[in-house]
C-alpha cells in the first residue's frame, strides 16, 4: 500500500481528473488531500482514492494574531502543507505572509531568511521545529509541545493558548517600558539631589540642603523606584475578545435574579449490618490482603476490615450476604473460619 501527497503519488501512477479536481477543492477548503494506492504484479501500481484530513485551527489564533498586528508584529506561517491548503488556513488565522510546502529541515533556513528583514520569533510544538526555534532569536515553544521543541526554545508558554505569546510579548515590553522608567527618573533624581547635598550649587545658586534631609531623600528614591515597579502587578492579560480577563467569581448569584431550579433527589436507604468471623491461618499483612480481598469481592459486601494478630474480620455488610458464602470464600484461601457472629 502506498500513500502521500499528490506530487509524490503521481511520481508512481497515473492520477485520474477527477481525482485531481477533488484534491483542488479539499485544498482550497483549507484540507489536505492525501492519495493511496497499492502495487500489484510487476511494477502496475493501482490509484485507490483519496482522503483528506485538516488541522483545527486554534480557537484563540486569529485574536492573537490581530494583537500581535496591533503591536506593529509582521505574522508569517511556515508550514509543510501544499499552497492552496496553507493559504486557506492563513486566511482564517489572518497571517501577513504565508510560506507552504516547507520541509522539515528547511523551516531552520526560512527562518535565517527572514532575520535578514529584521528581529525574528519563532512559535512551535513539535519536533520539526526545534531547528527553527533555536535558529530565531527568541523560540517560543507552546508548553503541550514535544520535549524537544521546548529543550530548544527561550521561552516556554505553560498552556496551549497562542494568546499568550501575544501576551508574553506585552509582558515583556511592559517589563523594559517600567525598566527605562526607573533608569530615567534615578539617573535626573541623581544628578540634581547628589551635587545638592554635597553643596556644589551653594556658590552658584544659593542652594543648600540639610544632611538629614538628604538622606530622607535617597530613602524616597527608592521608594519611587519599587513602586514604580510594583505597577506591574496591575498588568492584565486579554482574552479572546481583546479585553482583560475576569477572575472567576466565587460569590453566590443573588437570590432575586438567580433561576429557579427544583431537584428531586432520592436515594436509597441502605441497612448495613456487621459480621465477626474468627479466622486460623494468617500469620501476616499479606494473608489480610488475601482475605480481605475475597470477602469484598462479594456482591453484598460493602468492606471487610482483617487482622493477622487478633485472628478475625470484621464484615460490613450492605446486602443480603449468607454465613455459608462468607466461610465458603475464606475458606477457598486455605485458612479456617472457626466462628461467625
Excluded at 276 to 289: F, S, V, Y
Aim: proline share 3%; aromatic share 6%; hydrophobic share 45%.
Amino acid at each position: 500500500l502506498l500513500g502521500g501527497s499528490q506530487t509524490y503519488l503521481s511520481g508512481k501512477a497515473e492520477l485520474e481528473t477527477g481525482l485531481l479536481e477533488a484534491s483542488e477543492r479539499l485544498s482550497a477548503s483549507g484540507k489536505t488531500p492525501l492519495f493511496f494506492a497499492k502495487e500489484e504484479d510487476g511494477n502496475a501500481v493501482q490509484v485507490l482514492g483519496l482522503i483528506a484530513v485538516a488541522d483545527t485551527i486554534r480557537s484563540d489564533s486569529a485574536a492573537a494574531v490581530r494583537l500581535l498586528k496591533e503591536m506593529g508584529i509582521r505574522t508569517v506561517m511556515v508550514t509543510g502543507d501544499n499552497e492552496r491548503t496553507a493559504q486557506a488556513i492563513g486566511a482564517q488565522a489572518g497571517v501577513d505572509r504565508v510560506i507552504a510546502s516547507v520541509l522539515p529541515e528547511g523551516k531552520a533556513d526560512v527562518i535565517k531568511s527572514l532575520g535578514a528583514e529584521g528581529k525574528t520569533m519563532m512559535v512551535g510544538d513539535g519536533i520539526n521545529d526545534a531547528p527553527a526555534l533555536t535558529s530565531a532569536d527568541v523560540g517560543f515553544a507552546i508548553g503541550a509541545g514535544s520535549d524537544i521543541a521546548i529543550d530548544a526554545a527561550d521561552v516556554v508558554v505553560m498552556k496551549s493558548r497562542l494568546m499568550d505569546v501575544a501576551e508574553a510579548i506585552r509582558l515583556s515590553r511592559a517589563v523594559i517600558r517600567n525598566i527605562h522608567e526607573n533608569l530615567f527618573w534615578a539617573f535626573i533624581y541623581n544628578i540634581i539631589g547628589i551635587p545638592l547635598a554635597a553643596g556644589a550649587y551653594i556658590h552658584a545658586f544659593g542652594w543648600s540642603m540639610n544632611p538629614m534631609f538628604g538622606a530622607a531623600a535617597m530613602s524616597l528614591s527608592s521608594f519611587f523606584v519599587v513602586t514604580n515597579a510594583l505597577r506591574l502587578n496591575f498588568f492584565r492579560m486579554q482574552g479572546e475578545d481583546g479585553h482583560p480577563l475576569q477572575e472567576k467569581q466565587t460569590t453566590e448569584p443573588d437570590a432575586g435574579t438567580a433561576p429557579k431550579q427544583t431537584i428531586f433527589y432520592h436515594q436509597e436507604e441502605k441497612t448495613m449490618t456487621t459480621r465477626t468471623m474468627k479466622i486460623e491461618g494468617m500469620m501476616c499483612g499479606h494473608c489480610e490482603a488475601r482475605v480481605k480481598k475475597a470477602l469484598e469481592a462479594l456482591p453484598g459486601v460493602e468492606s471487610a476490615e482483617v487482622s493477622h494478630e487478633k485472628g478475625e474480620a470484621l464484615v460490613h455488610l450492605s446486602g443480603q450476604e449468607s454465613d455459608e458464602a462468607l466461610k465458603k470464600a475464606v475458606e477457598e484461601q486455605d485458612y479456617i473460619v472457626k466462628e461467625i457472629r
